[in-house]
């Protein structure tokens, strides 16, 4: 199982949790599964191509996924991924 | 007190003045108090149409719980994340440390907005699991358009505080 952490605009689909425990082998899986385990909330990480959002980066321990091999970075039990979005402000 | 080379505070001015009235946003990196290099980075909310922003606010800004209906109205810059981690990695090669964020206020003071300050918080809180240093948090003020200002915010616990700027001569 690998632990996700939920950012604050995407707990209510999880029912207000900040972490949530899901299984999947790579980053993409783990999206896939989060997605039928929490219904909406994949549509809100990835676009309607399925690739992760502009304003979303996702972190695998604490590195950015870029940076890694992206939506097929595999994980292993332990691993921990972060959902966060990028600074943004106001007027 | 952070020290940043002046053609580095030039440069957020310009970077500023390109992109009224849209926000500009980028960040600054260094070693400890000294800035010595900044990164421009796309306001992804400056180059949407407007059919693309009425989707992005309905799929994302609208439902920032922590926001009121006044604040999310208020969000004028949103970082492309891919130029952000850029950036970042950047920054780790160099063996610098991500010392803050810029962003522009076109026709306000040079104060963190109620926004700013929710939204700083909340990073903050993810901040802290990936290790990150606390940045701080600058803003770019072309209320007066003759003389920009700029100043730099520590925010903690919902609260701004002003850390004073010492320009250096390049």
Known sequence: ?91 | MLHIPADIIQDMIAHARELAPHECCGILSGKQETVVESYRITNILANMSQQELSRFEGAKLSDLQRLSPEERADIAFQMDAREMAMAQRDIRTKNADLIGFYHSHTASPARPSQTDVTIAMEFEHYRTKLNLPEPLHLIISLENAESPDVRAYRIQDSQATEVSIQQSSV
Request: net charge negative.
């Open chain 1, 1 to 91: 199982m690998i632990k996700v952490r939920i950012p604050t605009p995407l707990r209510p689909m999880t029912g207000g949790k900040n972490e949530v425990e899901i299984d999947g082998n790579s980053v993409g899986e783990i999206i896939e599964n989060l997605g039928s385990a929490h219904p909406g909330i994949k549509e809100r990480i990835c676009d309607e191509q399925g690739e992760v959002r502009r304003f979303i980066n996702i972190y695998v321990n604490e590195e950015d996924i870029r940076f890694l091999t992206g939506k097929e970075t595999p994980l292993k039990d332990g691993d921990e991924m972060s959902i966060i979005p990028a600074i943004a402000g106001g007027r």
